[in-house]
């Protein structure tokens, strides 16, 4: 954000200068700097920075940061948390372009249409939010049950998409969606007795 004020004002004006002194005040961060317009008028332009150089504000952002985190030990919880939000922002890709659908089916492009393609980002968002509850319900037996299942289901489609019907092929857009399917699904049956033990 830049605010160019007069050299003798006190305060950058406008709704721009009161977020930059808003910012300023919350933060203590901005950096000044004069130079001259076009008009040989000595101007000072204002930088906005968003940074913390109190030790205890910088704590209470990470505090609110962590705090949004799954709570369960291990990294399985943050995986699954970092895997649903990928597939949610794919889910959206689906819905509005081709292009990067077409490289995991590149074998036969054409076959993605824009009604597969959102299918498919339907499908990929169900799957993420079941995902999202095994993150932060990774001790409750079904919801662990349900995001294995959904790597299983994942992992199925994709190897059948590439070896059965041949509309993939392995390559960039292919070997994401096999190596997270397949290493997710190993590390989820691994845990099983961490997380859910012997129900």
Known sequence: MRKYIDRESKWPTGLCGRLA?????????????NFRNVKGRTRTRVEAHLQVDNPIELAIMYSALVALLPSHQGLLPSW??????????NSVQNYTTLSL????YAAQPAQTTPLS????GTWTAITSVVRLY???????PQVYQ????????????????WLIFKTARLGAGLTGPLVVATMS??????????????A
């Open 101 to 104: 659908t077409r490289r995991v």
């Open 117 to 120: 393609a959102r299918t498919f």
């Open 21 to 33: 002194c808003g910012i300023r005040y919350a933060y203590g961060a901005y950096v000044i700097s």
């Open 185 to 198: 699904l190993s590390w989820m049956v691994s845990q099983w007795e961490f997380y859910i033990g012997g």
């Open 134 to 140: 095994a993150a932060y319900h990774i001790t409750n």
């Open 80 to 89: 699954l948390l970092f895997i649903s939000t990928v597939s949610l922002f």
């Open 146 to 161: 349900l995001a294995l299942w959904s790597y299983v289901v994942a992992l199925a489609h994709f190897m059948s998409e």
